[in-house]
Nanobody
Framework: QVQLVESGGGLVQAGGSLRLSCAAS????????MGWFRQAPGKEREFVAG????????SYANSVKGRFTISRDNAKNTVYLQMNSLKPEDTAVYYC????????????????WGQGTQVTVSS
């Protein structure tokens, strides 16, 4: 089983930056894919970004492409989400997730989830 712990959320002003971290522990596999999702009050979970662990290949939601960057540190078993040019509409709880396959846009296809970290962007 894999355990995921997110950190790095907080309160920032519009135009600011944050870097979220997702530390993974337990049994992992080279064919894992990692994803970041977010959920705002009253809305469904939304795919933000994903990365294939082995290749480093990435995918992004159109709403964040060009502003957010997902990356991984193999030695630390950690995935990052660098968020720049933040907007108030980015406010949400951000979750890290993992699945034993390729990157997926669908939250139901992920096997492991972290507890989430709150990101609030003020205007």
């Amino acid at each position: 089983q894999v355990q995921l712990v997110e950190s790095g959320g907080g309160l920032v002003q519009a135009g600011g930056s944050l870097r979220l971290s997702c530390a993974a522990s337990g049994r992992t596999f080279t064919n894992y894919a990692m994803g970041w999702f977010r959920q705002a009050p009253g809305k469904e979970r939304e795919f933000v970004a994903g990365i294939r662990w082995s290749s480093g290949g990435t995918s992004y939601a159109n709403s964040v492409k060009g502003r957010f960057t997902i990356s991984r540190d193999n030695a630390k078993n950690t995935v990052y989400l660098q968020m720049n040019s933040l907007k108030p509409e980015d406010t949400a709880v951000y979750y890290c997730a993992a699945r034993r396959s390729l990157v997926s846009y669908y939250s139901s296809e992920y096997d492991y989830w972290g507890q989430g970290t709150q990101v609030t962007v003020s205007s």
